[in-house]
């Protein structure tokens, strides 16, 4: 078979980006981060093994997230969402989980 001519699309995996927000268990603490492995991240503030703000407030329940292809513009948003106030965030957050779950699991 000939490919003479003819346009192949080929499908390459592109790496992604993620900005996430987490809270505690009782949602009075917003943290803020990036990462290329969402699943992985949040799995290690859950097992406590990020140290510092999300270990002393146990930061431990994904409420919010949002998928890049680039890393110049998740980083761009990351800035954009700490720069704003926590109402913002809040609004955000209940833009797609009104009820605050866990979203952890579907991932």
Known sequence: MSLRGEAVAISFS????????????????LYTGVTSDLKK?????????????????????LVYFEIFNDPENVILREKQ???????KKIKL???INPEWKDLYNKL
Do not use: P
Not at 14 to 29: D, E, G, P, R
């Open 41 to 61: 991240r949040i799995w290690e503030h859950k097992e406590r093994i990020v140290k510092g703000f999300t270990e002393k407030y146990n930061i431990n329940k």
């Open 14 to 29: 592109k790496k992604q980006y993620y900005i996430y927000i987490m809270t505690n268990k009782i949602n009075t603490v």
């Open 81 to 87: 969402i700490k720069a704003g106030s926590r109402n």
């Open 93 to 95: 957050i209940k833009e």
